[in-house]
Each structure stands twice: as C-alpha cells, then as structure tokens.
C-alpha cells in the first residue's frame, strides 16, 4: 500500500528558529497536503501541493512538491508558540474509482522553547 | 462557521454497549470521510461514502461497525458491542469532490472512552 513516512519523529527547537520537516513515499503522489494537529483538535490543512516542482507558501509556512514526486518539505521560518503540534503529511489513496481519501503519515511533533 | 460539525465531542461507554457518532459535512460537500486516531499515531482510514453510498470500506472492521451517509441528515458511525480496543479519537472529513481534487476538511473529533 502507499506509505508516507515522516521525518523527523519530534523537533525540540527554540522560538525564533526556522523548522524543516520532510515526508517520504517508495510510490508516486500526485497530490501532497500538510496538515496541523492541536492536541484535542481536528487536522487543519495548511498547504496543498498539486504540481511536482510546486513551492507553496502560506505565511512563514512553505512546501515544495518534489520533483520525483516522491517526497515534499515543510517548511516554518521564525517558529512562535503557536506553532506547536503535530504535523501530517498526506496524500489521496486511489482504488479503481478514483481517489477514496487520503493517507497519513505518522507526524512530526513540534515542541518549542520558549 | 460553516466547518464539518461532529458530535459528541466525548464519548463514554461500557463494553458491549453501542456508540453512536454523528458527522454533519461542511455545506456543499457530498463526500464523506471517517478516520480513527489512537494516541500519538496518525490517523488512519475507516470509510468512504457519498450521499447514500458506501464508496470504499477497506479502513473499517467487518464486525460491529458500519457507517452511513442518508440523504438527509448528518453520517453516522455506528460502532456495537464495544469492546476497551474502540477507545481513540474518531474524525470524521468531507470534500466537495473526491480527495484527489479538492482537499479533506475535517471536524474535531469524538473521542470515544469504554470502560
């Protein structure tokens, strides 16, 4: 099946500081969507990505659709607070139908210090 | 504000009861999305379904659960005789056309607690 994987698993980082995070897949996608997590909330979209190559900035938040289409980075300049979270990679899942939904990876947990 | 609304937000049942869990899309959207998210993990897929249609219930356990989507009124997540294993966060999303073009929204979740 098609798996996202995250990289890193969490991020100890100072407030102030640029953040990197990226997602990794062994099959194509065509589409590439970041998602924040506040604890007890429901996933927020923050960037959807639909060309390979696509560099997407919304704020101080930019993603890149990888060129292989395989793989897409997130990036957060100037972390605040409010950043804190987890956040998904995800991708569409497609059966003979169409796309059925999406799959998710696992996370990257940002915790900053103030 | 116009968001997929779930209900309840908490949910407490006792094993072998039932846990009904209510999912009304953002307006416009027709496709429908439930997920289960355990404790630091993702979320992972339960179901598909458009207005009256279950689309893709590969996600979904074959025993004790089902889900709907009527022609009117909100989907819902039916899940029986619950055993301490249901216990995990369930969201429910919606799109207004498949999820390859136009992005899942979702609601906050109900998170289901058996005791």
């Known amino acids: 099946g098609q798996q996202l994987n995250q990289s890193p698993q969490s991020m100890f980082i100072q407030e102030g500081e640029d953040v990197s995070m990226n997602c990794t897949s062994s099959?194509?996608?065509?589409?590439w969507l970041w998602y924040k997590q506040d604890p007890g909330e429901g996933p927020v979209l923050l960037i959807a990505?639909?060309?390979?190559?696509e560099l997407t900035s919304n704020g101080r938040l930019t993603a890149q659709f990888g060129i292989t289409r395989k793989d897409s980075f997130l990036n957060i300049s100037a972390s605040i607070p409010s950043d804190v979270g987890i956040y998904f990679c995800?991708?569409?899942?497609?059966?003979?139908?169409?796309?059925?939904?999406?799959?998710f990876g696992k996370g990257t947990h940002l915790i900053i210090q103030p | 504000n116009a968001g997929v609304m779930q209900n309840p937000r908490h949910l407490v049942r006792r094993r072998g009861q039932e846990a009904r869990l209510r999912c009304s899309p953002m307006?416009?959207?027709?496709?429908v999305y439930w997920y289960r998210q355990l404790p630091e993990e993702g979320l992972k897929f339960m179901v598909y379904?458009?207005?009256?249609?279950?689309?893709?219930e590969s996600g979904m356990p074959k025993e004790r659960f089902s889900a709907e989507f009527p022609k009117e009124g909100p989907s819902i997540l039916r899940i029986q005789q619950v055993v301490r294993g249901d216990s995990a966060a369930y969201f429910c999303?919606?799109?207004?056309?498949?999820?390859?073009?136009?992005?899942?929204?979702f609601g906050n979740g109900t998170r289901l607690t058996v005791t």
């Open positions: 307006k416009g959207h027709s496709h």
């Open positions: 379904l458009q207005k009256e249609n279950i689309i893709d």
């Open positions: 995800a991708g569409p899942v497609y059966s003979g139908g169409g796309a059925d939904g999406l799959t």
């Open positions: 999303a919606s799109s207004a056309t498949d999820s390859y073009n136009s992005p899942l929204h």
């Open positions: 990505l639909y060309k390979a190559g």
């Open positions: 099959s194509i996608f065509n589409t």
